[in-house]
């Protein structure tokens, strides 16, 4: 292990009250947050689409590669021809592919095979897995938990567009090859996500629902 390799840990303990603190506000910050599919047009500046991306890019992935790609639109005909393409999958998901278990857990949400939000939103990001990347010795290479990685990234992504006070959606069109074919991107990219981001329309709506309790999601073994 070459020592010239790393650096120092930047960190600072912090006092508990404050650790205490950051968490509660962090926590009802975060509570707030929740997917709607109705979003203004109203443009918002790519700047704030590359911080967000940014932020993303700092979430840890096996062996340090960061197997992702995000490809963020804004072309209105890209938008239309992405929005098209997804809309011909879900109809035929809808409509043939979907199973009885799956369809019963959707109907409270109300979603449909229209995707109004891939075109209402001023941004289209669509999350590409790498499952390979180019070598040292220029021949490609496999990555590692390039999914448990890019799961994370778009975890941190989503974080940083509600901190901003921005709001998205995960939209899981399926299959999703179409998504490669639009954007042109290589055969070992893989689209895991699209994520519409933008302002809500005034009148946005949401599901009326409940998170699970901490005692439905967590066990402590003390």
Not at 70 to 78: K, M
Request: aromatic share 8%; with cysteine; hydrophobic share 40%.
């Amino acid at each position: 292990m070459a020592e010239e390799s790393f650096i120092q840990l930047a960190w600072n303990e912090l006092p508990s009250s404050e650790m205490e603190e950051r968490a509660a506000e962090l926590f009802e910050s975060m509570d707030c947050r929740r997917t709607t599919r109705h979003f203004s047009t109203k443009p918002v500046p790519k700047s704030l689409i590359e911080a967000a991306i940014k932020c993303g890019s700092t979430a840890p992935s096996g062996a340090h590669l960061q197997p992702w790609t995000f490809v963020a639109v804004s072309n209105p005909e890209v938008k239309a021809k992405m929005r098209a393409a997804a809309e011909e999958e879900e109809r035929k998901t809808y409509s043939e592919r979907m199973p009885d278990s799956w369809r019963e857990v959707l109907e409270p949400l109300g979603t449909d095979a229209v995707k109004e939000h891939m075109t209402d939103a001023p941004w289209l990001i669509v999350l590409f897995r790498q499952s390979r990347r180019l070598r040292k010795n220029g021949e490609m290479g496999p990555t590692y938990y390039s999914t448990e990685s890019c799961g994370i990234a778009a975890g941190m992504f989503i974080h940083a567009i509600h901190n901003m006070g921005l709001v998205t959606l995960t939209h899981t069109p399926s299959p999703m090859g179409f998504l490669r074919d639009i954007l042109e991107r290589p055969e070992h990219e893989h689209a895991m996500l699209v994520m519409p981001v933008g302002y809500p329309a005034d009148n946005a709506m949401v599901p009326k629902l409940e998170r699970k309790s901490l005692e439905e999601v967590a066990i402590f073994l003390e």
